[in-house]
């Protein structure tokens, strides 16, 4: 059997093409919302994971966390570090995963990270737990093209989508190697740099989504430097959804009392963000 057989065997979730499909039946773009999970504790974070649907994300990415997250800028370094004091581990993100999937059948969640805590997990292992847990996607911000053999195939074919980034530096040479398989959607950083180190402009944006849209047909989302609920409106204008991170991260962490713990007002700042940031997104086209 070829590989293209074998992957085409795999049983995918289409969470994702179920969602960026009603989004387009809408008329409008996506926001996708980022937390690390376990931050700042496993409880809290279960209740912000649960809460963020009906808050207006319309996809989840969920960082699994790490202690050498490179593409990270303060704030999430930040949240991992938390997360990972508090018992963080990929079993128990895994755990959010599963438990959140009890009450929510639909929405697409995203496990985002680094190879290193997969490859220490077992690629086998964690493809088959993340699959039983109810994850519809990775993103591995440290796995090329070239290295497509050590997760991004074999995700493929358990039938895990694996979305593959896109940058401002990435050329006419290098992207179809990018897209090549790419799944679920792509995600186009729009700035170089760390994550929450600038915003790029509406019109750098749009060139680039457009230049993507002319090499797949998969949807595009855009992330890093949103921090706003009008930048994300910009954004929803012309990607298909908005990537918010480190923003929603730091509002989390200005909640936190003195040795970094959750407070009452947690769940409710966080989730009242995110509010505003999907009636944003919601109302960008009109």
Request: proline share 3%; aromatic share 2%; glycine share 8%.
């Given at each position: 059997m070829s590989l293209a057989t074998e992957?085409?065997?795999g049983t995918e979730t289409f969470r994702i093409a179920r969602r960026?499909?009603?989004?387009?039946?809408?008329?409008?773009?996506?926001l996708v919302t980022f937390l690390t999970a376990g931050d700042p504790d496993h409880a809290t974070s279960l209740a912000l994971l649960k809460g963020l649907p009906a808050a207006g994300a319309d996809l989840i990415e969920l960082g699994m966390p790490f202690t050498d997250p490179m593409a990270d800028g303060p704030a999430i370094q930040a949240s991992s570090l938390r997360a990972?004091?508090?018992g963080a581990r990929m079993t128990r993100t895994l755990d959010l995963v599963r438990d959140f999937r009890r009450d929510d059948p639909d929405t697409p969640v995203i496990l985002m990270g680094y190879y290193n805590p997969v490859f220490s997990y077992g690629v086998d292992r964690f493809l088959a737990d993340a699959r039983e847990a109810g994850v519809?996607?990775?993103?591995?911000?440290?796995?090329p093209p070239?290295?497509?053999?050590?997760?991004?195939?074999?995700?493929l074919k358990a039938g895990v989508s694996f979305v593959r980034l896109s940058t401002p530096t990435t050329d006419e040479r290098r992207?179809?190697?990018?897209?090549?398989h790419t799944s679920g959607f792509v995600y186009h950083v729009s700035i170089t740099g760390i994550t929450g180190a600038g915003s790029a402009s509406e019109e750098s944006v749009s060139a680039a989504v457009a230049r993507l849209k002319r090499h797949t047909d998969l949807p595009v989302a855009v992330g890093f430097g949103i921090t706003t609920p009008d930048q994300a409106a910009a954004i929803a204008r012309v990607?298909?959804?908005?990537?918010?991170?480190?923003a929603i991260v730091r509002r989390l962490e200005q909640t936190l009392?003195?040795?970094?713990?959750?407070?009452?007002?947690?769940v409710p700042a966080v989730l009242d963000f995110v509010r505003t940031l999907a009636e944003g997104v919601r109302t960008a086209r009109g």
């Open positions: 992957i085409d065997a960026f499909a009603r989004l387009r039946a809408e008329g409008r773009a996506g990972l004091t508090a519809d996607g990775l993103i591995v911000v440290d796995l070239e290295a497509d053999d050590e997760l991004c195939l074999p995700a992207l179809p190697a990018v897209l090549a990607a298909d959804a908005a990537v918010v991170g480190s009392d003195a040795d970094g713990r959750a407070t009452a007002a947690t």
